[in-house]
């Protein structure tokens, strides 16, 4: 199964990417993960609140861009703690694949991931969100779950809703030699990576912003592939 993370705010970009996902690879099971789902709602329960469009988080008073940010953290407990599954944030297109990922899991590891080194120099990014540094960053944007790893069964509800964001988006339950690598190919972040590290990426993250979000994001590296995927979606 793969997971889309879904915010209302992004509704159209977490449609887009699955719509990405299933064109390249057509017998895929791809969901959004929305917090309104019956079977996520039911196990949901971080506190959290707006304050002038921005998400705050009700365990840590910190800040968090999307209503994914935390349920994301689930897809074992959801998956039944069987099997391989994906995970992957609202604002990335396909160009690839997924079997190809896929084919990367090694029961070795708890997680697979894009090793990134991103140390942004903005505050603010997506709109108006807070941009905020912490370790391993943008790594749990895209994870390759290995729901049956012993390690994992610590991600039950009851941890997700209290442990810290710095402890769940840094894999902090995980050892580090239970973290995997992927190539950059399958997390390429726009605005940060470039094609002297990646000719050809495999999936392109958005992660300061998407044309979604209006003019100010209208020409970002690979706009017009994501236009040209959200006209394809529309039409379809």
Not at 80 to 101: N, T
Not at 105 to 120: G, I, L, N, S
Not at 226 to 235: F, P, Q, T
Request: charged residues 20%; contains cysteine; negative net charge.
């Amino acid at each position: 199964m793969i997971y889309v993370g879904y915010d209302p705010r992004e509704h159209l970009a977490a449609e887009v990417c699955r719509w990405s996902i299933l064109r390249h690879c057509p017998e895929a099971h791809a969901r959004l993960l929305r917090l309104s789902d019956a079977d996520v709602a039911a196990v949901y329960h971080r506190p959290y609140r707006r304050e002038d469009g921005q998400l705050i988080d009700g365990v840590t008073g910190a800040p968090f861009s999307t209503e994914f940010s935390f349920s994301r953290f689930l897809v074992p407990y959801l998956s039944d703690y069987r099997g391989w599954h994906l995970f992957v944030d609202a604002d990335f297109l396909f160009r690839a694949s997924v079997a190809e990922l896929f084919a990367l899991a090694d029961d070795r590891y708890a997680a697979m991931v894009v090793k990134h080194d991103h140390r942004p120099d903005e505050t603010v990014k997506m709109d108006g969100c807070a941009q905020t540094a912490y370790a391993r960053k943008n790594w749990s944007s895209l994870v390759l779950w290995n729901a049956k790893h012993p390690a994992n069964a610590v991600l039950t509800p009851g941890y997700v809703a209290r442990a810290s964001g710095l402890d769940l988006h840094g894999f902090d339950w995980l050892d580090d030699d239970e973290i995997g690598g992927l190539p950059l190919a399958w997390n390429y972040l726009v605005g940060h990576n470039t094609p002297d590290q990646c000719a050809e990426p495999k999936a392109v993250h958005f992660t300061l912003g998407g044309p979604w979000f209006g003019s100010a994001y209208a020409n970002v590296a690979f706009a017009d592939d994501w236009r040209a995927a959200s006209a394809a979606y529309v039409a379809a």
